[in-house]
Nanobody, 115 residues
Framework: QVQLVESGGGLVQPGGSLRLSCAAS????????MSWYRQAPGEERELVAS????????TYADSVKGRFTISRDFAKNTVYLEMNSLKPDDTAVYYC????????WGQGTQVTVSS
């Protein structure tokens, strides 16, 4: 079964940190570029960060550069999003996506940044 399962979301205070995980199964993880997206209430889904299939290239939205880090672990078939210096504007549902011979989305995990 092809699937992506996100975890690690929650409630955090401004300035805090969270690490999101996305576990992949049912496809050849090492062949797929991976991305994190987010969608806030009433907003379009936006690309946050992406990583190449080999893990050597990463890109980030301007709004998260210097605060978020995307990485992948081939032994665990998992992609991560380390989020630091979180702001209320980072509040959203975060989704991971695999793009290759097929497109696979996870179910999302809620991140709420609030005092």
């Amino acid at each position: 079964q092809v699937q992506l399962v996100e975890s690690g979301g929650g409630l955090v205070q401004p300035g805090g940190s969270l690490r999101l995980s996305c576990a992949a199964s049912g496809f050849t993880f090492s062949s797929y570029p991976m991305s994190w997206y987010r969608q806030a209430p009433g907003e379009e889904r936006e690309l946050v960060a992406s990583i190449s299939s080999g893990g050597s290239r990463t890109t980030y939205a301007d709004s998260v550069k210097g605060r978020f880090t995307i990485s992948r672990d081939f032994a665990k078939n998992t992609v991560y999003l380390e989020m630091n210096s979180l702001k209320p504007d980072d509040t959203a549902v975060y989704y991971c996506k695999a793009t290759g011979s097929r497109v696979v989305w996870g179910q999302g995990t809620q991140v709420t940044v609030s005092s």
